[in-house]
């Protein structure tokens, strides 16, 4: 029996412990040797485009170009005890506010009702040297900026005719160059945050003339109306939104929403824009239920093709979840239960 994607998906959907080829072949009772899971891992060229295949059918069930949204955002994937390479790295974690090891992955998110499934992915990887200023150190950092990742990315998806209304992202994404491609390039709808240092100008005269305020200094209407306002370098004016919120905490945030729909009011904004949440929510499934981060591969590539795996395992869960209605932490409770009952009639064949 050959281990193929499918098999090992499988494995790593059923496994609690680490994903490796000798765990792989003693589930399987010697069936699939743990040569043949090493040869799957290094000789297969998955990648983005193996997502996609595996996501296509249910983008093309659930798509529509006046509702759905396509959200960009990264995660890092912790691989804390293994050795540092071109792909496994440290990068700077926003949401931690460290530095940690491991892989950068970026990811295309569709979403639209119940469905919220990657159509594309690319795995960060730091090959360009350069000599840091501060230190007369070299270091190494990518040779593409995130924002042309997504900008490819996003391009990818019109080839692939995939049918949106927005595109979602955070501010770390709302680079002017960004927003006029997916305005003027792609034609397309956007909503973005925007830092609260971000420059507007009230008028096409002010923005020739040069005069800009920062976002947070402006005056919103009370009724919560948008702004129409001139960002720097982009071609098009935008709609902008101001939203205070109370965090778990207790403390007051802050965010500032800008969009090129005309035709939305600040409850459509912000209410549309909530839906970026479920790029989290596929993070976190993607981390704790596809063994994503528990393999102890060792070179890039067997790396790469776990990783995708895992992305693939991902959809699988995805799929699962729509036809029986189970979400993700569900099917995985039930497999865990199946498991643990299966060691109970071992036990007791046992003590038999």
């Known amino acids: 029996m050959d281990c193929t994607l499918d098999t090992y998906i499988d494995y790593l959907l059923a496994t609690t412990k680490l994903a490796t080829a000798t765990g792989m072949s003693e589930l399987t009772a010697g069936e699939i040797s743990h040569d043949k899971v090493t040869r799957f891992l290094t000789e297969s060229h998955l990648d983005s485009s193996t997502v996609w295949s595996r ?11 006046t509702e759905g949204v396509l ?12 050795d540092e390479n071109a792909m496994i790295c440290w990068h700077w974690d926003h949401s931690v506010s460290r530095n940690v090891k491991g892989v950068n992955l970026l ?11 990657p159509v594309n992915v690319h795995l960060i ?3 360009e040297g350069y000599v840091d200023a501060a230190t007369g150190a070299t270091k190494y950092r990518s040779p593409l900026k995130k924002n042309e990742i997504t900008r490819h990315m996003l391009l990818l998806a019109k080839s692939q005719q995939i049918q949106y209304r927005h595109f979602l992202a955070d501010s770390w994404f709302s680079s002017a160059e960004t927003m ?16 609260s240092s971000r420059t507007v100008a009230l008028s096409e005269s002010d923005k020739l003339n040069g005069i800009f305020h920062r976002v947070d200094s402006l005056s919103y209407p009370e009724d919560g109306s ?3 306002v001139y960002l720097r370098s982009v071609t098009h004016t935008v709609l902008l939104v101001r939203q205070v919120f109370t965090n778990k905490d207790g403390s007051q945030g802050i965010l500032y929403l800008v969009s090129n729909d005309n035709g939305l009011d600040w409850e459509s904004i912000t209410t549309i824009y909530k839906k970026r949440w479920k790029v989290e929510e596929y993070h976190k499934s993607l981390k704790q239920h596809t063994a994503v981060s528990k393999s102890p591969t060792k070179t890039i ?9 895992s992305l693939a395992a991902y959809i699988k869960l995805e799929t699962i979840k729509l036809k029986h209605g189970i979400n993700h932490f569900g099917i995985k409770a039930i497999l865990v239960a199946a498991a643990t009952k299966a060691a109970f009639v071992a036990l007791a064949q046992f003590l038999a």
């Open 71 to 82: 959200i960009a955002d990264d995660t890092i994937i912790e691989k804390a005890h293994t």
């Open 226 to 228: 948008p702004l129409r």
């Open 107 to 117: 990811s295309l998110l569709f979403h639209r009702g119940d469905v919220s499934i």
């Open 55 to 65: 996501a296509k059918p249910l983008v093309r069930r659930y798509e529509s170009s």
């Open 125 to 127: 990887e730091k090959t």
């Open 180 to 195: 006029n491609f997916i305005a003027d390039d792609l034609d397309k709808h956007y909503i973005m945050a925007i830092e």
């Open 301 to 309: 590539q067997t790396q790469a093709n776990h990783m995708y795996a």
